[in-house]
């Protein structure tokens, strides 16, 4: 495991219930191992139950996948339910009902990277500055990560590359966007890694 999780202090014989995150995403691959870092310890106090596509990754499949988890599993109100999807070729009226429905509840969230989740990525490793397209952020990935297409080499994902990643997306997401970032280059993924480190 390369994220370090907090120990537990609890009373013997007391149960501590696992704050679950359920996290609906475009992808097959990536998106499931990068957010698979996150549940990797029995110590952890959350678990993470990441529901990837089967090909089928536009923002309305990403909803209905959501959704459909939804009506077979209830949340407990500590439980949270996220979205992550790239703009890419998106348009703003594809994504507008992703964003309806995770303000239509407190534990729901939105979080999207523009033009695309290897944006995310490539803050473990540099700012990105002057990244405008899918293209541009993979070949830079690829410095970092040779070997990406077979998989993200999660052991290049530090405690610390993350918090790296996080405080670049803030700079960028500066003033933070309140619904998705319209601008190439910038992130909201950071505020839901955020809550996964900080539970």
Known sequence: MVIKSRKLHR????RRYRKL??????????????????NKSDQNIIKINCLKGNH??????????????????????????????DM??????????????????ENYGLA??????ELWL?????????????????????KYLPEYKKGIGIRKFTIETIHSAIQRA??????????????VGVTTIYRLVEKLIFQ
């Open 11 to 14: 009373p013997l014989g007391e």
């Open 21 to 38: 995150f359920v996290i609906s995403v475009e992808g097959v691959k990536t998106e499931p191992q990068y957010f698979e870092l996150f």
């Open 56 to 85: 089928q990754s536009s923002p309305f499949q990403v909803l209905k996948r959501m959704k459909r988890y939804l009506k077979i599993e209830d949340l407990k109100k500590t439980d949270e339910a996220w979205l992550v999807i």
């Open 88 to 105: 890419d070729q998106w348009s703003s009226d594809q994504i507008e009902p992703l964003f309806e429905w995770s303000q239509s509840k």
């Open 112 to 117: 999207l990277s523009n033009p695309t989740f």
């Open 122 to 142: 490539l803050l473990h490793f540099e700012d990105g500055r002057k990244v405008a397209t899918t293209d541009e952020c993979l070949n830079r990935l690829k």
């Open 170 to 183: 803030k700079r960028r997401d500066n003033p933070p966007c309140v619904d998705w970032p319209r601008t």
